[in-house]
């Protein structure tokens, strides 16, 4: 049986997908996973699922985020008016940008 | 862990659901989520309005996008509020058409016209972001990672909102009159967003202790003020003589008279008792309970589904 | 009015008034996460009018002319996406939106091949994002329909919902040069057998009774001539009415720069 393991390397940061591991059960997973995914990055915790719990949609089905113009929401469309007043604003535009480009690139 | 732990370990994202932490944090936590949470809903109830009155194809889309980003907000804050143990989102989701929930002051005034628009878009949730910014920075971690994604977000929000008040500024005179007379009712409401001055605040202290809240209400007002006055007098609003707020140069600050702010009303509010509370809550109910028959079947499917495992 | 615009006012029309009624679900879907995915489909679905009032932008009409300070007798849509929901009923929009969505790739598919490249050259971006309307509309259906009140509701939705479905085949005045042309690769008769070949099948295997289309009361409105029911000519005045009083001298764009 195969199980995927998640891992955070720090408290506060997200668990991310690292790998998976064989193993007979869901004990015999979390001892694996220990060893083969933290050993050597920084891990403050793992997470271990059965590949088969695991649900997936991808792009070859779904259109994420559409494919028509959704340039609405994003900050940027918005450049009558500035940003920079306030930090937090600005911020989130940038991040809007690049995600916005990432997503265009895709 | 007891509390002076909680006290002594509070940081930024200290605390996750391993933790086992004191039922006097998870409970303040889940009062200052849930508040948030239920926020979110009921601004939606002011904000669906401006989706049908959008006077442009593009706006409406951005109105309708607005209004279904908040709500994935409360998706996210419901969720983050029940890693806590305290409540299910379906309790909290009863507690709110009760009227037992709590949510923002704001939201407890019905609105009507686009000129509300950039009231709750621009100045209510310029608030709001910069409240939340200061909230990445909290002890409860699913609280922060749903702050990473709301913040995200909320840049759109914040802009939209501008941009439709600097739309109607730069149009007729009978349209920046309306606009003035709206600001003038709702300044002071927004005004007092940031809640009763720190002295005046029940939860504040132990809120800042355990590390749920990183700034004061009186620092999050401040630098409110400091950005968002100068950007309503650039698009030619005056701020209405009540409260009186004056810029004082050697501090660089905004001063306000907070003796001047209708604090029985706040306080009314606060407790739902608000003749608009009445309004809002009760369109919350009515339109929750009208499609409970559909939440109902499909836990009747979901039981069905469960069961043929169950049996193994 | 030429053949063309007939045909893309039929398609815009159509989209702008579904997604219109679909934003009335905001905040009032049954729980936050239908909330958001029905959110959705209505901003694709104004997205998709917004493609095909583009294409009659670009023979010199002005977004007032197609929506703000057009007539309401001049709209043609069909009359299905025009109903007002009843408050709580969230079986009219599964069965709205799978009658339509179903109807949707039907022809947009028959679009495919348009011999106007502005036609053709769009709708790939719709079909992309049709398939999750049906896909959502479907997965509703088949769990509504096992309960005991929600398949009464379904039925009660289908049945009210079904002649007024029919008149998304409703010919207009243009049809046969629509054909002709080479605008539509298929007529609607065509369409309209095909979408009964899909729809009816499905719907009865869910337990549900469709109405004879060639028996039942159809209603008087059409939708396709400017004949409306009394519901749409209540939402055009609530959409329109802050545009009126504002009286800004454009509607505002917000477009990407490959939009």
Not at chain 1, 8 to 23: D, E, I, R, S
Not at chain 3, 17 to 31: D, G, H, L, N, S
Request: charged residues 30%.
């Amino acid at each position: 049986m195969i199980w995927e393991v998640f891992r955070q390397a720090k408290p506060g940061k997200y668990h991310q997908h690292c790998g998976n591991v064989h193993a007979p059960d869901r004990e015999m997973a979390k001892l694996f996973a220990q060893i083969q995914h933290g050993r050597r990055m920084q891990t403050n915790s793992l997470w271990v699922v059965p590949q088969e719990e695991v649900s997936e949609v991808d792009s070859d089905e779904a259109a994420f985020g559409g494919a028509t113009d959704k340039a609405y929401r994003w900050a940027m469309t918005y450049n009558r008016v500035d940003a920079s007043f306030a930090a937090e604003v600005e911020e989130s535009e940038e991040e809007q940008r690049e995600a916005a480009k990432a997503q265009e690139e895709a | 862990m007891d509390i002076e732990e909680v006290k002594e370990r509070a940081g930024p994202r200290a605390f996750s659901p391993k933790d086992d932490l004191p039922e006097e944090y998870r409970k303040a936590a889940t009062r200052m989520i849930q508040f948030h949470a239920n926020s979110e809903v009921m601004g939606g109830y002011l904000d669906k309005q401006f989706t049908r009155q959008a006077p442009s194809l593009d706006r409406k889309l951005a109105c309708t996008a607005k209004v279904q980003d908040e709500i994935g907000h409360a998706q996210l804050l419901y969720r983050a509020a029940e890693t806590l143990g305290v409540k299910t989102r379906e309790e909290m989701l009863d507690e709110l058409e009760a009227g037992e929930g709590k949510f923002l002051n704001c939201f407890h005034y019905p609105v009507d016209s686009w000129y509300e628009a950039p009231m709750i878009d621009f100045f209510v949730d310029g608030g709001a972001m910069r409240r939340q910014a200061t909230l990445k920075a909290t002890s409860w971690e699913p609280y922060a990672h749903a702050m990473d994604k709301v913040c995200f977000e909320e840049g759109f929000h914040v802009k939209h909102g501008e941009d439709i008040l600097r739309e109607l500024m730069g149009s007729s005179r009978a349209n920046q009159e309306k606009v003035q007379k709206t600001f003038d009712v709702w300044w002071p409401r927004i005004v007092q967003f940031f809640g009763p001055p720190n002295k005046d605040s029940k939860h504040n202290d132990f809120a800042q202790q355990v590390g749920l809240k990183t700034v004061s209400n009186d620092e999050l007002r401040q630098a409110f003020l400091n950005a968002y006055i100068p950007k309503a007098e650039k698009y030619g609003l005056e701020l209405p003589e009540v409260p009186k707020i004056e810029y004082d140069e050697r501090s660089e600050r905004y001063e306000l008279e907070y003796d001047d702010l209708d604090w029985e009303e706040f306080w009314t509010i606060a407790k739902n008792d608000f003749q608009g509370s009445d309004e809002q809550i009760g369109s919350r109910r009515k339109r929750h309970e009208a499609v409970a028959w559909v939440r109902e079947s499909m836990d009747a499917w979901e039981t069905s589904q469960r069961a043929p495992q169950a049996a193994d | 009015m030429t053949p063309l615009e007939e045909l893309l006012f039929r398609l815009a029309d159509d989209e702008y008034v579904i997604a219109e009624r679909y934003t009335e679900w905001q905040i009032y879907a049954p729980t936050i996460e239908s909330d958001l995915a029905l959110a959705n489909i209505a901003q694709d679905e104004f997205g998709h009018a917004r493609l095909w009032y583009d294409v009659l932008e670009e023979r010199g009409y002005e977004e007032k002319d197609l929506l703000w300070e057009r007539d309401p007798e001049d709209f043609r849509h069909s009359t299905l996406c025009e109903l007002a929901f009843e408050e709580g009923d969230w079986a009219d929009p599964v069965v709205r939106s799978y009658l339509y969505d179903t109807a949707e790739r039907l022809r947009l598919e028959a679009l495919v091949d348009s011999s106007e490249p502005a036609i053709a050259g769009r709708v790939g971006k719709l079909l992309s994002e049709e398939n999750y309307h049906r896909e959502h509309a479907q997965s509703w259906l088949e769990r509504l329909a096992e309960g005991n009140e929600s398949h009464h509701r379904v039925q009660a939705a289908l049945d009210r919902l079904f002649p007024h479905a029919l008149s998304i085949f409703e010919p207009g005045e243009q049809e046969k040069e629509i054909v002709s042309q080479g605008l539509r690769t298929e007529s609607l008769d065509d369409l309209r057998e095909e979408w009964f070949e899909i729809t009816i099948p499905y719907l009865e295997s869910l337990g549900l009774s469709v109405p004879e289309p060639e028996e039942v009361a159809r209603p008087d409105a059409r939708g396709r001539d400017g004949s409306h029911t009394a519901d749409w000519f209540d939402l055009h005045e609530s959409f329109t009415a802050t545009y009126h009083e504002l009286g800004f001298d454009q509607p505002t764009r917000l477009r990407g720069e490959g939009a």
